[in-house]
């Protein structure tokens, strides 16, 4: 049976869940901390080299991915630790994939980012 305090009573319940879990990933997780940073700079940059709305557009799709996948990342590692707290491959193996998605995510960042400045320097 489940237990009453994990299920939402109503819209508003499951809102301020959804940002606990995004409070508790800012207040622990020190890459989300770092991922927030960027993406401030990011708005920074956006700002000052004057993007147009289509390459805001990419940029905020592409940094939010990052801080996304890196939440993610913590709700997986977090799943896996209260399953076990010894070491198992299948255990490591959970972690190291939900770490590639982040690594994958800043990845496509970094290459739109990229794309969005050969473009500017073209034309």
């Known amino acids: 049976m489940e237990d009453e305090r ?3 009573k109503n819209f ?11 409070w508790y990933s ?16 990011v ?12 390459e805001c557009i ?13 939440v993610m990342n913590t709700a997986v590692e977090a799943a896996v630790d209260l399953c076990t707290n010894k070491f198992h491959p299948m255990a ?13 995510s800043s990845l496509n960042a970094v290459i739109i980012a990229i794309l969005i400045a050969i473009g500017r320097m073209q034309g």
Request: aromatic share 8%; charged share 20%.
């Open 58 to 70: 990419f940029l905020s799709f592409a940094t939010m991915l990052v801080i996304i996948t890196e």
């Open 92 to 104: 490591k193996i959970a972690k190291d994939v939900a770490a590639g998605a982040v690594v994958l």
């Open 26 to 41: 800012i207040k622990t997780q020190r890459n989300v901390k770092v991922q927030l940073v960027i993406a401030v700079i």
């Open 6 to 8: 994990l299920k939402n």
């Open 43 to 54: 708005v920074l940059c956006m700002i000052f080299f004057k993007l147009n709305i289509v």
């Open 12 to 22: 508003i319940d499951a809102w301020k869940k959804a940002f606990s879990g995004i």
